[in-house]
């Protein structure tokens, strides 16, 4: 089992700080540099279907993308610790924080840096008002998560799930749009701290 | 158990879609005059944690915002047809062409719509040039589902599943927009009409 990742790119860390709190596994890690273009060689494409980093290949050769999509895979190959649930009903409620945390944090911080950090000005027209419009949006939705962070140690209730995951490293990656965990957010400024004091925050970041 | 639902916005569909599809169910829906502000009244706001539909409130009182973690939980009680995969492998596929539809294209022409029908106008400052830009991008989206479309029956393989429920009706409301899928696209077109002429499309539809 393969997975195609690259070091620079928010989505992948996911899977590799996923795999880091999973512990020991079998996945061999294969870097891709996106800025040569390596993830849209013949090969990979005709594996991945799109130039998308991360994808997982598995031994019978079947290939995914989708950094949420592998997680789930994995977590059926490497039950513990439980990140997406142990039953329909915390899945339900996992599942639902999680898609929160994407839509109303990770993918505003993503467009923010797209949108401001000159390294990506190539990519796209860079519209500074998007940029501020999107780090705005991604303050508001901390409001939301610091309300639940008031009452329960992780975003999803009390114990660590794929919800933090996402949430941990997009605010990691929204440092390029010089955003941060607005101080007064105590709870969330707490909660945000504790994930990057884990071991596993430092799964394949350069430092 | 309630299914909170909202007869005009495009993501209640998805749930009251897919509940067509797996026949008998226990579901109680309760509609909310989202023009009439019933999605933030206090007492679904304390359930709902949310001014969200659709919501659903599980008998022990329970309530889940996000139709797709809805669906997969009503997924655990209603198995049959099968929407999210079988076995992990299908599971994993199913999910990356369900992602892929949301990001891709549903995402897509949800603000293609919100940013030039005249009826939500009053929501939102509308920018004509992301209503075309993202009318674009939808376009681009459904060439890749064409090409998979070439070969498959459905979105996600020979079977359908989430990712061609919430890629229908994300086409369909997006007739709002002046959008229709490209006539060239011949794959997409049959899976289209397909997709419509189900009897599951009209649930809940006002004609």
Not at 37 to 54: C, I, Q, S, T, Y
Not at 110 to 127: D, F, G, K
Not at 195 to 203: D, F, I, K, Q
Request: net charge negative.
């Amino acid at each position: 089992m393969k997975l195609y990742d690259s070091f620079r790119a928010p989505n992948p860390r996911r899977v590799r700080w996923f795999l880091a709190e999973k512990g020991d596994h079998a996945v061999e890690i294969v870097n891709l540099d996106v800025f040569k273009g390596e993830h849209r060689a013949p090969d990979f494409l005709a594996k991945a279907g799109l130039a998308n980093v991360p994808a997982l290949e598995m031994d019978d050769g079947t290939t995914i993308t989708e950094s949420v999509a592998i997680c789930r895979y994995l977590e059926s190959l490497y039950p513990e610790p439980n990140m997406f649930g142990r039953d329909p009903k915390e899945t339900a409620v996992f599942e639902m924080w999680l898609r929160r945390v994407e839509m109303m944090l990770a993918t505003p911080l993503m467009l923010a840096v797209r949108h401001s950090h000159p390294a990506l000005a190539a990519l796209e027209t860079q519209i500074p008002e998007i940029a501020e419009s999107n780090r705005k949006s991604g303050a508001r939705a901390l409001k939301i998560f610091d309300r639940q962070l008031a009452d329960h140690e992780f975003i999803a209730g009390d114990r660590i799930s794929m919800a933090d995951i996402v949430a941990a490293t997009a605010i990691d990656f929204s440092r390029m749009a010089k955003f941060a965990v607005p101080e007064e957010l105590s709870h969330a400024v707490r909660w945000y701290e504790a994930m990057m004091a884990r071991p596993a925050a430092l799964a394949g970041v350069k430092s």
